[in-house]
């Protein structure tokens, strides 16, 4: 038995890491000899989601994903098989393509070498030339590590990877009830961004900001949030346990909740427009309507769930069923470890990407986009739009107000008076724990204890 503490927890060297005070060093963050060192460390060895299954969704639909100086072919080669090959031909290794688009064979601009969608050489202009020595059988695009979890495809460099299910657990299992495989893109944004791509994404996966950086959703209660590492992956949720994403937490602590789901809501659609649907919004509008004054909070987080399940029934979009309990330990938001934040709910998520631009410690790609369950044949295919100006017009009130946060933070870690960050052993043992694992795959940089 450990002895506890007078707040009634194990003393603080009996804690796992992620829940001890901490100090963690700015190298990570503004080291070029860092950020190189991931190309060869890091972003060769892990799983990172590359693109959504709905982005080829045809025989031949293709998406490049490029992370640093790399580059992947992410291609759909039969009606239930994906294949992932790495972008360079085989003859003077010219990139074979860009972007996404669909082909029937990847030529090469070059000098016209083809190869199928299986990767196999299919052409080499004049091969007469090399005089038998050089055989298409023998210069298959060389392949990339690829599966499929929760609609999106995901590659890893690595030929000795473990299985991406075994990698992305516990997160997988406890995501999975939401079925954000169902789920198809709203909207997605993105831009580049000047600072380091764990400024970015460690800018979405606490909720200990939300006080300092955005007061107004905070108007009923400015609650502790909980975080927790979980593996190699972390999440964080609202102290209450409550809700279905930010929005209806947002409402907790309000003295009439149908008055506090419809402005959280409405404000989160608004501010946000992610983590709720236009659905809930129209039933939190008619709260006051449907049910009297001094009705219990609970009971009327429970109608807007109701209401909102036969309102999307109506038109054809039906939501998972999901313990409440389950619900509650999920959170609201996953950091799947390195680069990929997930908000999630029934019927919508919020994710966000980011990634090393090249070798600048001191800039990224940075990318937003929403996800909706919607009615079958009924899904928008958005483009994903640049957005360079930072503006409520093009970003929002909530995300220009967290874009605000990192490129100060890039700045100010790279400060001569910055000692090292501390982050809270409540609210933000997900940064911890991302630092713990990153410093394995990088070798050093783990969280000290104070
Ligand atoms: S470099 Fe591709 S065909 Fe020559
Ligand atoms: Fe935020």
């Known amino acids: 038995m450990t002895a506890m503490t007078q707040t009634g927890r194990a003393p603080a060297t009996d804690r796992p890491l992620a829940e001890r005070p901490v100090v963690i060093g700015n190298e990570a963050y503004t080291s070029a000899a860092y950020a190189r060192e991931e190309g060869d460390r890091l972003w060769p060895k892990v799983w990172q989601a590359a693109c959504r299954v709905e982005e080829i969704e045809k025989v031949g639909d293709y998406v490049t994903y490029d992370i640093i100086d790399e580059s992947i072919i992410v291609t759909r080669v039969a009606p239930d098989r994906i294949a992932a090959y790495y972008n360079a031909c085989q003859h003077r290794g010219r990139r074979l393509t860009e972007g996404c688009g669909h082909a029937k064979r990847f030529a090469c601009k070059f000098h016209g070498w083809k190869w199928d969608l299986d990767g196999q050489s299919v052409e080499i202009v004049r091969q007469d030339a090399w005089e038998g020595r050089l055989n298409r059988d023998d210069i298959p695009l060389k392949t990339v590590q690829v599966d499929t979890w ?8 690595d030929p000795d990877c473990a299985p991406l299910r075994d990698y992305l657990e516990p ?23 000047p600072c380091n791509w764990k400024v970015a994404i460690e800018a979405f996966n606490e909720g200990y900001h939300v006080v ?9 209660s400015a609650k502790a949030t909980w975080s927790e590492a979980r593996g190699i992956h972390g999440n964080f949720g609202s102290a209450a346990r409550e809700g ?15 008055e506090g789901l419809k402005h959280s809501i409405n404000q989160i659609w608004e501010e946000v427009n992610a983590t709720t649907t236009q659905t809930m919004v129209d039933v939190a509008n008619r709260l006051e309507v449907e049910l009297p004054e001094g009705t ?16 999307d029934a109506k038109r054809g979009v039906v939501w998972p069923q999901i313990d409440p309990a389950h619900i509650a330990a999920a959170g609201n938001d996953w950091h799947i470890f390195p680069n990929t934040v997930i908000l999630q709910g029934p019927t919508f998520a919020l994710c966000y990407r980011a990634r090393p631009h090249g070798l600048d410690p001191d800039s990224c790609i940075f990318e937003v986009y929403t996800l ?3 009615p079958q044949g009924q899904e928008p295919r958005p483009d994903n739009l640049f957005k360079p100006d930072i503006d409520e017009a093009s970003w929002r009130k909530v995300l220009c107000q967290d874009f605000s946060n990192m490129g100060a933070v890039q700045q100010g870690m790279k400060s001569r008076g910055f000692t090292g ?12 724990n991302f630092h713990r694992v990153l410093s394995e795959y990088m070798g050093r940089g783990a969280p000290v204890p104070m």
């Open 212 to 220: 300092g950086t955005h007061p107004q959703l905070t108007k009923y």
């Open 372 to 374: 909706e369950l919607y």
């Open 421 to 432: 960050m501390r982050p809270s052993p409540e609210e933000e043992r997900a940064i911890t």
């Open 244 to 258: 279905v994403g930010g929005a209806s937490s947002g409402a907790s602590g309000a003295a009439d909740m149908r």
């Open 171 to 193: 997160a997988a299992t406890m995501l999975d009830p939401f079925q954000l495989d169902r789920m198809r893109y709203r909207w997605r944004q993105w831009l580049y961004f």
């Open 150 to 157: 929760g609609g999106w495809v995901f590659i890893n460099m």
């Open 296 to 311: 219990p909070a609970q009971q009327v987080q429970m109608h807007l769930m109701k209401r909102t399940i036969e309102e």
